[in-house]
Protein backbone atom coordinates (compact mmCIF):
# COMPACT_ATOMS: atom_id res chain seq x y z
CA UNK A 1 0.00 0.00 0.00
CA UNK A 2 2.66 3.03 0.72
CA UNK A 3 4.39 1.97 -2.83
CA UNK A 4 0.88 2.78 -4.08
CA UNK A 5 0.93 5.83 -1.91
CA UNK A 6 4.01 7.61 -3.67
CA UNK A 7 3.48 6.54 -6.90
CA UNK A 8 0.17 8.43 -6.54
CA UNK A 9 2.04 11.20 -5.67
CA UNK A 10 5.30 10.90 -8.41
CA UNK A 11 2.42 10.99 -10.70
CA UNK A 12 0.40 14.28 -9.54
CA UNK A 13 3.79 16.10 -9.24
CA UNK A 14 5.87 14.54 -12.37
CA UNK A 15 2.58 14.59 -14.93
CA UNK A 16 1.95 18.23 -14.57
CA UNK A 17 5.58 19.49 -15.31
CA UNK A 18 5.76 16.88 -17.93
CA UNK A 19 2.93 19.02 -19.32
CA UNK A 20 3.95 22.16 -19.16
CA UNK A 21 7.63 21.07 -20.34
CA UNK A 22 5.59 19.91 -23.50
CA UNK A 23 3.54 22.85 -23.73
CA UNK A 24 6.17 25.55 -23.63
CA UNK A 25 8.09 23.27 -25.24
CA UNK A 26 6.02 23.29 -28.40
CA UNK A 27 3.56 26.69 -28.25
CA UNK A 28 5.01 28.62 -25.68
CA UNK A 29 8.79 30.81 -25.72
CA UNK A 30 11.41 28.71 -24.74
CA UNK A 31 12.40 32.24 -23.17
CA UNK A 32 10.87 34.76 -21.64
CA UNK A 33 12.64 37.19 -23.43
CA UNK A 34 11.57 36.26 -26.81
CA UNK A 35 7.98 37.56 -26.73
CA UNK A 36 9.49 41.36 -26.59
CA UNK A 37 11.83 40.38 -29.46
CA UNK A 38 9.28 39.31 -31.49
CA UNK A 39 7.25 42.24 -30.70
CA UNK A 40 10.16 44.22 -31.35
CA UNK A 41 10.60 43.42 -35.12
CA UNK A 42 6.77 42.34 -36.07
CA UNK A 43 6.72 38.84 -35.73
CA UNK A 44 4.74 38.87 -33.11
CA UNK A 45 1.89 36.53 -33.88
CA UNK A 46 3.21 34.66 -36.58
CA UNK A 47 4.55 31.69 -37.55
CA UNK A 48 7.74 30.11 -38.06
CA UNK A 49 7.19 30.27 -42.21
CA UNK A 50 5.79 33.31 -41.73
CA UNK A 51 8.53 34.79 -39.79
CA UNK A 52 10.67 33.85 -42.88
CA UNK A 53 8.55 35.22 -45.36
CA UNK A 54 8.52 38.66 -43.61
CA UNK A 55 12.60 38.35 -42.82
CA UNK A 56 13.45 37.39 -46.78
CA UNK A 57 11.53 39.89 -48.21
CA UNK A 58 12.35 42.65 -45.65
CA UNK A 59 15.29 44.89 -47.36
CA UNK A 60 15.89 47.19 -45.32
CA UNK A 61 18.60 46.75 -42.61
CA UNK A 62 17.55 45.84 -39.07
CA UNK A 63 20.04 47.22 -36.67
CA UNK A 64 21.03 44.81 -34.07
CA UNK A 65 19.26 41.88 -35.65
CA UNK A 66 20.92 38.87 -37.71
CA UNK A 67 18.29 36.16 -38.96
CA UNK A 68 19.64 32.75 -40.23
CA UNK A 69 18.11 29.93 -41.35
CA UNK A 70 19.20 26.08 -41.58
CA UNK A 71 17.41 23.14 -43.01
CA UNK A 72 16.06 23.01 -39.21
CA UNK A 73 16.23 26.28 -37.45
CA UNK A 74 15.14 29.95 -38.12
CA UNK A 75 17.61 31.51 -35.61
CA UNK A 76 17.27 34.93 -34.61
CA UNK A 77 20.21 36.87 -33.02
CA UNK A 78 20.03 40.14 -31.27
CA UNK A 79 23.04 41.68 -28.89
CA UNK A 80 24.77 38.14 -28.65
CA UNK A 81 21.68 36.65 -27.70
CA UNK A 82 20.28 33.77 -29.78
CA UNK A 83 16.63 32.46 -30.12
CA UNK A 84 16.25 29.06 -32.54
CA UNK A 85 12.42 28.58 -33.62
CA UNK A 86 12.11 24.74 -35.32
CA UNK A 87 11.28 24.80 -38.71
CA UNK A 88 8.50 22.26 -39.97
CA UNK A 89 9.61 19.04 -40.28
CA UNK A 90 8.10 18.36 -43.29
CA UNK A 91 9.06 21.46 -45.52
CA UNK A 92 13.01 23.17 -46.04
CA UNK A 93 13.33 26.56 -47.45
CA UNK A 94 15.92 27.62 -49.92
CA UNK A 95 16.69 31.06 -50.63
CA UNK A 96 18.27 31.63 -54.04
CA UNK A 97 19.25 34.27 -55.92
CA UNK A 98 20.10 33.95 -59.78
CA UNK A 99 22.21 36.74 -61.28
CA UNK A 100 24.48 37.75 -64.44
CA UNK A 101 27.45 39.48 -63.40
CA UNK A 102 27.98 38.78 -59.70
CA UNK A 103 26.87 37.41 -56.64
CA UNK A 104 28.24 36.62 -52.95
CA UNK A 105 29.24 33.26 -52.32
CA UNK A 106 26.88 31.67 -49.80
CA UNK A 107 25.46 28.78 -48.27
CA UNK A 108 23.38 29.28 -44.95
CA UNK A 109 20.96 31.69 -45.84
CA UNK A 110 20.73 35.41 -44.04
CA UNK A 111 17.03 36.10 -44.16
CA UNK A 112 18.54 40.37 -43.22
CA UNK A 113 21.68 40.88 -44.73
CA UNK A 114 21.83 38.68 -48.01
CA UNK A 115 21.50 40.58 -51.29
CA UNK A 116 21.53 39.69 -54.72
CA UNK A 117 21.47 40.84 -58.21
CA UNK A 118 18.29 41.27 -60.16
CA UNK A 119 15.55 42.74 -58.18
CA UNK A 120 11.89 42.39 -58.35
CA UNK A 121 11.86 40.70 -61.69
CA UNK A 122 10.17 37.44 -62.67
CA UNK A 123 11.68 34.30 -63.47
CA UNK A 124 10.44 30.68 -64.33
CA UNK A 125 11.00 28.11 -61.76
CA UNK A 126 11.04 24.60 -62.28
CA UNK A 127 12.49 21.63 -59.70
CA UNK A 128 12.38 17.88 -60.97
CA UNK A 129 12.87 14.94 -58.46
CA UNK A 130 15.31 13.20 -60.04
CA UNK A 131 12.43 10.02 -60.68
CA UNK A 132 11.04 13.15 -63.07
CA UNK A 133 8.34 13.64 -60.40
CA UNK A 134 7.62 17.67 -60.98
CA UNK A 135 7.89 19.68 -57.31
CA UNK A 136 7.24 22.98 -58.68
CA UNK A 137 7.20 24.41 -61.81
CA UNK A 138 5.97 28.47 -61.53
CA UNK A 139 6.69 32.13 -62.17
CA UNK A 140 8.31 33.41 -59.66
CA UNK A 141 9.48 37.09 -58.40
CA UNK A 142 12.58 37.65 -56.98
CA UNK A 143 11.94 39.94 -54.39
CA UNK A 144 13.32 43.47 -53.24
CA UNK A 145 16.54 41.60 -51.56
CA UNK A 146 17.08 39.81 -55.42
CA UNK A 147 16.18 36.19 -53.93
CA UNK A 148 13.79 33.76 -54.70
CA UNK A 149 12.32 32.01 -51.78
CA UNK A 150 11.15 29.07 -51.91
CA UNK A 151 9.16 26.51 -49.34
CA UNK A 152 10.16 22.98 -50.72
CA UNK A 153 9.06 19.32 -49.47
CA UNK A 154 11.72 17.79 -47.23
CA UNK A 155 14.02 15.14 -48.28
CA UNK A 156 14.17 15.34 -51.71
CA UNK A 157 17.19 15.69 -54.65
CA UNK A 158 16.34 17.67 -57.28
CA UNK A 159 17.44 19.75 -60.10
CA UNK A 160 16.47 23.45 -59.93
CA UNK A 161 15.53 25.43 -63.57
CA UNK A 162 15.18 29.38 -63.70
CA UNK A 163 14.90 30.94 -66.76
CA UNK A 164 14.83 34.50 -67.71
CA UNK A 165 15.30 36.57 -70.26
CA UNK A 166 16.33 34.23 -72.81
CA UNK A 167 19.02 33.06 -69.95
CA UNK A 168 18.76 29.96 -68.15
CA UNK A 169 20.94 27.61 -65.30
CA UNK A 170 20.27 24.34 -63.75
CA UNK A 171 21.47 23.34 -60.32
CA UNK A 172 21.11 20.24 -58.60
CA UNK A 173 20.02 21.38 -55.37
CA UNK A 174 18.81 18.84 -51.86
CA UNK A 175 16.66 19.70 -48.96
CA UNK A 176 17.74 17.76 -46.43
CA UNK A 177 18.39 19.18 -42.72
CA UNK A 178 22.44 19.74 -43.70
CA UNK A 179 21.05 20.67 -47.34
CA UNK A 180 22.29 24.80 -48.01
CA UNK A 181 19.60 27.01 -47.60
CA UNK A 182 21.26 29.81 -49.83
CA UNK A 183 22.69 28.95 -53.70
CA UNK A 184 24.34 31.90 -55.35
CA UNK A 185 27.26 31.36 -57.12
CA UNK A 186 26.31 28.25 -58.83
CA UNK A 187 22.80 30.72 -60.43
CA UNK A 188 24.95 32.10 -62.97
CA UNK A 189 22.69 32.72 -66.32
CA UNK A 190 23.96 32.30 -69.40
Known amino acids: MKSKTILKKIT??????????????????????????????????LSVKEMVN???????????????????????????????????????????????????????HNLVSCRGEIFNKEFEVSIVREDGIVILSQKAKSMNSGFIGLWLPKGIEAILTIKYNGLS??????????????ITTPLKLS
Not at 22 to 32: D, H, K, V
Not at 75 to 99: H, K, M, Q
Not at 169 to 182: G, L
Open 12 to 45: IVVVPTLLAFLYITQFGPSNEAEAPILSKYGLDN
Open 54 to 108: KLDSNIDKIPGLNATITGMTLILNENEVEYDYTLPSDEFYVSVAPYINEVHPCKT
Open 169 to 182: VAQPISTFDNSDTC
